[in-house]
């Protein structure tokens, strides 16, 4: 017992993971306290309404930042020994504010017919507008965390994020009690600004002791990069993105936002189930990263393999309790969530495909495939598009469309990462033998 609490205190990648999930879980908790306590204060469609703009920013934040951060983990890891990496990292930086920046100007110049068109409801419409004034501050926090993982300061990220989750909740509560539901967007709006500029304070402090981030000339020389692996990604997170986004505005237009509010709760279950493996793959990443670099390509294949079946075994775990306590969780939220107890065992049997499809992911990263995440992103947001559309006309709960379209879109990206998964690991290994 003795031999494996050395060998646990010893590892890096458990005690990243440990010191990740236990900060990781605290936020999350709090972010799902949020939502609880505005799913049962607010009317069903302020808290649809509500849903809708947050999931907005989500977007948005995902396409200019959240989805470069694991390229942007690997670039900070990779930064500390090697010069163009960090060449690399502030190309990534500014290319994310400049693409920002015209999105924000496209949306704020839109005809408002034409997006309130679109976007049902006219509170809808104007938080979007409001939201894309923002957006140049609120790219900044996940580009933050991210570089701050790829220097392994996981407790530092965790008391950031989980103090700022904290703030979340007290700005949402007194938004609700000053102005409901447009109180709580307003309040929301406030808490991503704060976040983003308390983790530039942060980040600068951190960098006048290690020095990480420092002047360098001939940044362009490695400009390269931006056709190679940028502008693959930013085009792999803006079709893929927004298509949580144009699902649920367009369950709005074709039900309610009542339904969007339930889909919400859904997806904020499936989110607090995938907690434990999101905080090990961002401990995960600059731990594979460096065996990738170091050419340890054994080793590097089998850390996949056994985070592989650890998720298969979490899976047979844990899946029996989320069906037989489902009913209580969407209870949790509102009496009203527990009839769509049938779409929530849909969204927990797509978890598996999600998780496995996210891992194998990273390798692709990691081996810097690119172009290949953005073949299969577009083969796989068409499956969903399409699927989603199809099972719509057909289904009584278009809810069941939504999942059943996830699966498809999950299940093809699995597969096309494995089949360059185990054709890299043939050769690799192959020509280190």
Not at 281 to 296: C, D, G, M, R, W
Not at 391 to 399: H, K, M, S, T, V
Request: proline share 2%; with cysteine; glycine share 4%.
């Amino acid at each position: 017992m003795n031999k494996y609490l050395e060998r646990i205190k010893e590892s890096e990648l458990i005690k990243g993971f440990l010191s990740s999930a236990i900060w990781g879980v605290l936020t999350k908790v709090i972010m799902v306290v949020v939502t609880f306590y505005c799913s049962n204060t607010l009317a069903p469609e302020g808290f649809g309404e509500f849903s809708f703009i947050k999931e907005t920013l989500n977007l948005v934040l995902a396409i200019c930042a959240v989805n470069f951060s694991t390229l942007t983990v690997k670039l900070a890891a990779e930064s500390m020994t090697v010069e163009n990496s960090l060449r690399r990292l502030y190309l990534l930086f500014i290319f994310t504010i400049v693409v920002t920046l015209l999105l924000a100007f496209i949306v704020i110049v839109l005809p408002y017919d034409m997006l309130y068109s679109f976007i049902k409801g006219e509170n809808v419409a104007y938080f979007v507008r409001v939201s894309a004034l923002l957006l140049p501050f609120f790219i900044i926090q996940p580009l933050v965390s991210a570089v701050f993982r790829g220097y392994k300061q996981f407790n530092l990220v965790g008391i950031y994020e989980t103090a700022s989750s904290l703030l979340f909740l007290f700005f949402v509560i007194i938004g609700v009690k000053i102005a409901d539901y447009q109180g709580a967007i307003w309040a929301m709006l406030g808490y991503y600004f704060v976040f983003s500029l308390s983790g530039l304070v942060i980040l600068f402090k951190y960098n006048k002791k290690t020095r990480y981030l420092v002047k360098i000339k001939n940044i362009t020389s490695q400009r390269k990069t931006i056709y190679t692996m940028i502008a693959p990604i930013f085009l792999t997170s803006f079709i893929e993105a927004p298509l949580v986004w144009i699902a649920q505005a367009e369950i709005g237009r074709r039900a309610s936002y009542a339904l969007v509010g339930a889909l919400s709760v859904m997806l904020t279950i499936r989110y607090l189930i995938q907690i434990v493996p999101t905080y090990f793959y961002q401990s995960f990443v600059p731990h594979v990263t460096i065996l990738n670099a170091e050419q340890k390509y054994r080793s590097y294949f089998v850390k996949f393999e056994q985070v592989t079946k650890a998720l298969l075994v979490l899976a047979v775990v844990v899946g029996p309790i989320l069906i037989i306590f489902g009913k209580f969780f969407l209870g949790l939220f509102n009496k009203a969530y527990v009839d769509y107890y049938d779409s929530y065992l849909w969204s927990i049997a797509v978890v598996p495909f999600l998780l496995l499809s996210t891992l194998f992911k990273i390798n692709l990263m990691i081996r810097e495939h690119q172009v290949s995440i953005m073949i299969m992103t577009i083969l796989s947001s068409l499956l969903f598009i399409g699927s989603f559309y199809l099972f719509a006309e057909f289904c009584d709960n278009i809810l069941y469309a939504f999942f059943y379209a996830q699966a498809f879109q999950f299940g093809c990206q699995l597969m096309y990462s494995l089949k360059i998964y185990f054709s890299e690991k043939f050769k690799l290994i192959s020509k280190s033998a």
